[in-house]
């Protein structure tokens, strides 16, 4: 919604294509890790049936079986996804310098 309400500012016009179509679909591996790693984590609790406390005694239901199976390949997925969250920051690198100020070149 943020995205469609403030648009990012325009890639900069020595980026080849290649180079916008990665920092695009790494955009979105981003907003889906920020979707998915979190659900992951909270299956992986449901499943060895460890309380997730939100405030005081409001704890969040399990959302699956309890089972060690389940939670060892949960436990590997959400290691693997949280691993893979900072690099694919690197990526974006040539969309994070799309404007003077950000470079660090405006005055």
């Not at 469609?4 to 990665?22: C, I």
């Not at 890790?33 to 659900?39: A, C, S, T, Y």
């Not at 290691?79 to 003077?100: E, N, Q």
């Given at each position: 919604?943020?995205?469609?309400?403030?648009?990012?500012?325009?890639?900069?016009?020595?980026?080849?294509?290649?180079?916008?179509?990665?920092?695009?679909?790494?955009?979105?591996?981003?907003?889906?890790?920020?979707?998915?790693?979190?659900?992951?984590?909270?299956?992986?609790?449901?499943?060895?049936?460890?309380?997730?406390?939100?405030?005081?005694?409001?704890?969040?239901?399990?959302?699956?079986?309890?089972?060690?199976?389940?939670?060892?390949?949960?436990?590997?997925?959400?290691?693997?996804?949280?691993?893979?969250?900072?690099?694919?920051?690197?990526?974006?690198?040539?969309r994070s310098c799309?404007?003077?100020?950000?470079?660090?070149?405006?005055?």
């Amino acid at each position: 919604m943020n995205r469609r309400l403030n648009p990012p500012p325009p890639f900069l016009a020595s980026m080849s294509e290649a180079e916008r179509r990665v920092a695009t679909a790494s955009e979105l591996a981003m907003y889906g890790l920020m979707l998915v790693l979190p659900l992951v984590g909270w299956g992986m609790l449901s499943a060895a049936r460890y309380p997730i406390v939100l405030y005081g005694s409001v704890h969040l239901p399990f959302i699956l079986p309890p089972s060690v199976t389940l939670y060892a390949v949960l436990r590997k997925a959400h290691t693997i996804l949280a691993t893979s969250f900072p690099s694919r920051s690197s990526l974006t690198s040539p969309r994070s310098c799309s404007t003077p100020w950000s470079c660090g070149t405006g005055s």
